[in-house]
């Protein structure tokens, strides 16, 4: 079963959606509750201020996600260091995953990026996980020239998942957030594998805010390990 860290900023009641909540039934998840804390302001002091609200959020969002049919666990942090703690929990756990909330209320159909050189079978093993006997399209996205679109399908084929391929245009910017951006509307949730330089300054960093104005749905980032 994949290992799931589900962030969330639990006192501005960022919620899961209902196709979120679907998609991460048949997964252990760890949903990271967090309060970004101010600067000065000690998280001892927030704690005590905003604790039980914040714990209560969480429970609610955990027994959500339970009633579904996921394992669950929780964790509460007040901290001013919010990539580094989601990236040191990432480690703690040895999380599969990470995922950005977004927004979809059904999956239907999930856009798989290609950026740097991520771990073609791990990134495959995931996404036939996540929509193993689910109706869900698949379309990958390869946005390496050196990767071409056979070694990407191919690599999903072998782990059991048919899926067709998006070319990327030529555009302004012409980067990877950009062309993600450009098609991201388009689909129900992303699935991409771990780029370079870090995880969490992608999905909580320049992705999230380049595309978040896309009405992008889940952002999940498979994680590289050595």
């Known amino acids: 079963m994949r290992k799931i860290l589900l ?13 979120l909540v679907h998609l991460l039934a048949p997964t252990d998840v760890l949903v990271l509750g967090y309060y970004r804390v101010p600067d000065q302001t000690p998280p001892g002091a927030a704690r005590e201020q905003f604790g039980d609200r914040a714990q209560k959020r969480l429970d609610d969002v955990a027994a959500a996600l339970r009633d579904a049919g996921a394992i669950v666990e929780t964790r509460m942090v007040f901290t001013g260091e919010v990539e580094q703690t989601i990236a040191r929990t990432a480690d703690e756990v040895d999380a599969d995953a990470v995922v950005h909330p977004g927004a979809a209320m059904q999956v239907e159909d999930v856009l798989v990026p290609i950026v740097g050189k991520p771990d073609l079978e791990k990134l495959a093993g995931f996404v036939a996980a996540l ?9 990958t996205f390869a946005l ?3 990767l071409t ?25 012409g980067g990877p957030v950009d062309a993600i951006a450009a098609v991201a509307a388009e689909y129900d949730a992303i699935v991409m ?34």
Do not use: C
Not at 7 to 19: F, Q
Not at 131 to 139: H, K, Q, S
Not at 151 to 158: E, P
């Open 193 to 226: 594998g771990e780029p370079q330089p870090s995880l969490t300054e992608w999905v909580f960093g320049e992705l999230e805010d380049r595309v978040a104005t896309e009405a992008l749905g889940p952002v999940f980032v498979v994680r590289a390990r050595e």
């Open 149 to 173: 679109p056979e070694a990407v399908t191919t690599a999903l084929a072998d782990a059991g998942v048919d899926a067709e391929h998006l070319t990327a245009a030529e555009g302004p910017g």
């Open 144 to 146: 390496d020239e050196d």
């Open 7 to 19: 962030p969330l900023r639990v006192l501005e009641d960022e919620s899961l959606s209902a196709g």
């Open 131 to 139: 929509v193993a006997e689910r109706d869900i399209d698949v379309t």
